[in-house]
């Protein structure tokens, strides 16, 4: 059922969650990785805009940008905890110097998907050992590619929270590196690295623009993208209202937000939208988010194909999770009361962030075939 709650703390002063000194850091070694490309902002109808991630980095999303990114950062810190001397870029682990010290790092996480895929390519252009945590949910498509960058795969019973409870047990028995995208008690630094390579995609979308947003509407999970995008329109979108859509089967963002605090959704969490499947938000995310989003919404599975299938019609490839905020905006403009709440009107300019494209070929063609 789609639900609206508007945030009674938004605007609200609050804690540097992404400072910017690591997002000049994080665009200056992204933008120079072989393959960078801004990708494309495309007109859906006069005032929406659609950010294309389908083929970000051949990974065909947004993430792509973060958990390679925040690889490379655990390397550089682990190598000069060893005693590696000077300064190591991304570019000399490529050409393989200090082959032999990191093949002695390993480095892993829990994944939905695309998160683990971006791990793995890191991991291997890096020159890192990587295992991969993944829940009975995440489809055989996905394992695959993640598969195919050389990461090991265990599977974790449960949902993707207990699949990330198990990766940092694991890894710190083992001695090794996790490179979660979520945060908790204890644990930060790796998933702020992601966030701020997340800023970039919302960085480009934003100088591709005509003109500022007046709304901006971005999938949810643990809301680490939201938060990035949220610190970015603070910068350059000031005035922007920042909508973040969830599976009504895992909105934890609302939940907090309904709550006032961190609140995790119980569950199977069984949501089309695999990608935000998410039970618990993200420590640091919920503190951008707890004052910099305007309001939550949550939006059914039985829409997802039907969103997929009209921006295929369009020429644009859109993932199950990717299609979140475009039917959130959808639901909101078939509401009035909804759309005054949110400040919707015709001389609205919205962005809509498109997170991922057909990240499982094989369900990419079932929802979108009629």
Request: hydrophobic residues 45%.
């Amino acid at each position: 059922m789609d639900e609206l709650f508007i945030n009674p703390r938004h605007g609200t002063p609050g804690m540097v969650v992404l400072p910017e000194g690591g997002f000049r850091r994080a665009r200056a070694e992204i933008t120079a990785w072989p393959g960078y490309a801004p990708t494309p902002l495309r007109a859906l109808r006069p005032g929406l805009w659609w950010k294309d991630e389908s083929a970000r980095f051949g990974l065909r999303s947004f993430k792509a940008l973060g958990g390679a990114y925040a690889v490379l950062r655990c390397m550089q810190a682990e190598l000069a905890r060893r005693g590696v001397k000077g300064a190591v870029g991304g570019a000399a682990l490529e050409a393989g110097e200090h082959a032999a010290e990191a093949r002695r790092i390993t480095v892993a996480c829990a994944t939905d998907g695309n998160h683990g895929r971006s791990v793995a390519w890191g991991a291997r252009r890096f020159g890192a050992r990587c295992v991969i945590f993944v829940h009975h949910g995440v489809s055989q498509g996905r394992r695959d590619a993640i598969s195919a960058f050389g990461a090991e795969i265990r599977e974790v019973r449960g949902t993707y929270d207990d699949s990330v409870r198990e990766a940092q047990r694991v890894a710190a028995a083992e001695g090794w590196h996790v490179i979660s995208d979520t945060s908790y008690p204890g644990y930060t630094e790796p998933p702020r690295e992601v966030m701020q390579g997340y800023r970039l995609m919302a960085e480009e979308a934003l100088a591709q623009m005509p003109a500022p947003p007046t709304h901006a509407f971005v999938p949810g999970g643990v809301g680490g993208v939201a938060a990035a995008g949220a610190v970015q329109l603070r910068h350059a979108a000031p005035g922007c209202r920042l909508v973040v859509a969830e599976p009504d089967r895992a909105a934890c963002l609302l939940a907090s937000a309904r709550a006032g605090a961190p609140t995790t959704v119980e569950g199977e969490l069984d949501t089309v939208m695999a990608g935000l499947a998410c039970g618990e938000p993200s420590l640091l995310a919920w503190q951008e988010l707890e004052r910099a989003c305007f309001a939550f919404m949550a939006v059914p599975d039985a829409g997802v194909p039907g969103a997929m299938r009209r921006l295929k019609a369009q020429g644009v490839e859109a993932g199950e999770s990717a299609v979140a905020g475009l039917l959130a905006l959808e639901a909101a403009l078939a509401r009035p009361d909804w759309s005054a709440a949110l400040g919707l009107g015709p001389e609205s300019r919205v962005l809509c962030f498109g997170t991922e494209g057909a990240t499982d070929e094989t369900l990419y063609r079932e929802l979108t075939t009629p």
